[in-house]
């Protein structure tokens, strides 16, 4: 049962301040300065680029010498560093920031830090810090978003979604802090024909304002019910949000035919943020006020379409300056129709994820066993392939703290999350090559789905 929408707003705000993280008042300040003018963003975002620099050269020892080594140290200390300055620093990647994390890392920043783990795109674990005020745009950039569609704070929403956190803490307090923020979680990582049937008769009861989740996985869900000719009948319901990985043009026909509104689609990143958000309108807005975010080609020039390489300005408790995110993205020029000062991205063309198969029939999204390889020491790339429901090879190359427990802890969570007789073939490599397309995937799965569910994902 849910709560009055003002109830749960109430809950989500001291939720929010007892975790000491500002988001009603960065929400506040992105309703404000999403109209700004073009050359008004461009003057807030460079003093809050100056600011993320000072912090850098007095607490990020990595960072302080790559400004110095650039000759931005005196103007960064006199806070007169431009956007237009960023080029002269070399851009950081996904090894430079695991490696060099101890020189990396802010602990004594305002609000304390907290790891967090990513397998990214390239199936290269990352293990990196964020803070409050990041933790707070992220979730204040979704609110902001939602209410371009009509979905304001504390309406009833749908997550498909999972993740170790979500999926572990089911005591009675979680359930309870869900339903009073009117927040009702489907696991993306158990999606049988029978747990579907389950989650679309749950959406009907609960009737949100907004359902959120993995493209592929609100794909596959909309072809379930389509299959069986289900039309969820959702009065509420305004947008389905998609995010982590690419909706293609069919899955998004799909689920607008299926669920009976527009999807909007997100873009962002567990190390870089949330970087991009769609409109009514379709454009894809990026987050201005809290990312720089530039497009390069291969040689590192700027470029329409392109690396997205980005600046995060509330990532001072480890701060990710000109961070290759290995997601390729087509810029625009054009303004946003509906008046705001945001930049314009024309698509997002990276990231494609497969699902997982299991024995006994159980669909989940791939992310369920790139949970387990990325949490194990020692695993410094990695690339899982199912080759049937009852075999999985694993690629890994092994860091400086591969050990027997590391190869031990991978056997026992896969068959942990897809049956104990699963056939895990484990091998050690020096490098994981790219497929043919030139991109990395780190799950691949040579096991077939059937029929629409087949569509769905494809």
Partial sequence: MSVPAWLARGVFRVQEAAMRRPTFAMLAELERTQWLSRSEMLDYQTGHLNVLLQLALAHSPWH???????????????????????????????????????????RGVPGGVFPYTTGGSSGE?????????????????????????????????????????????????KSLRDRLVNQLLLNAFEMSPVRMDDYLQAIRTWNPRAIYGYASSLALLAAHAEARGIRPRLDALRVVSSTGEPLFPHQRELIERVFGVP???????????????QAPDGSLLQMSETHLVEVLDAAGNPAEEGE???????????????????????????????????????????????????????????????YVLRAIPGVGQFKLIQHAVDRLEVQVVPDA?????????ILHGLRARLGATLVVDLNLLDTI???ASGKHRYVVSHVPLHGALAQAVA
């Fill in 125 to 173: 674990p990352l293990i990196f810090y964020f803070g409050r005020a990041r933790q707070a745009a992220d979730a204040a950039g979704r609110l902001r978003a939602r209410r371009w569609w009509g979905v304001n704070p504390g309406e009833r929403e749908v997550y498909l979604w999972g993740a170790p956190v979500e999926l572990n803490k089911t005591d009675r307090i």
């Fill in 308 to 370: 997205a390489v980005i600046t995060s300005l509330v990532s001072a408790a480890q701060p990710f300056i000109r961070y290759r995110t290995g997601d390729v993205v087509r810029r625009s020029g054009r303004a946003d129709p509906g008046g705001r000062g945001l930049a314009v991205l024309d698509a997002v063309v990276g990231r494609q994820t497969d699902f997982i198969v299991a024995a006994d029939g159980r669909i989940m999204h791939a992310l369920a066993v790139i």
């Fill in 64 to 106: 302080a010498d790559r400004l110095q080594a650039a000759g931005l140290a005196d103007a960064v200390r006199a806070g007169a560093v431009l956007p237009s300055d960023l080029p002269r620093l070399p851009t950081m990647d996904k090894r430079d920031a695991r490696d060099n994390v101890e020189r990396l890392v802010w």
């Fill in 263 to 277: 999807v909007s689609v997100e873009y962002g990143a567990r190390d870089a943020g949330l970087m991009a958000l």
């Fill in 433 to 435: 090559a790219p497929e």
């Fill in 401 to 409: 703290r591969w050990n027997d427990a590391a190869r031990e802890a």
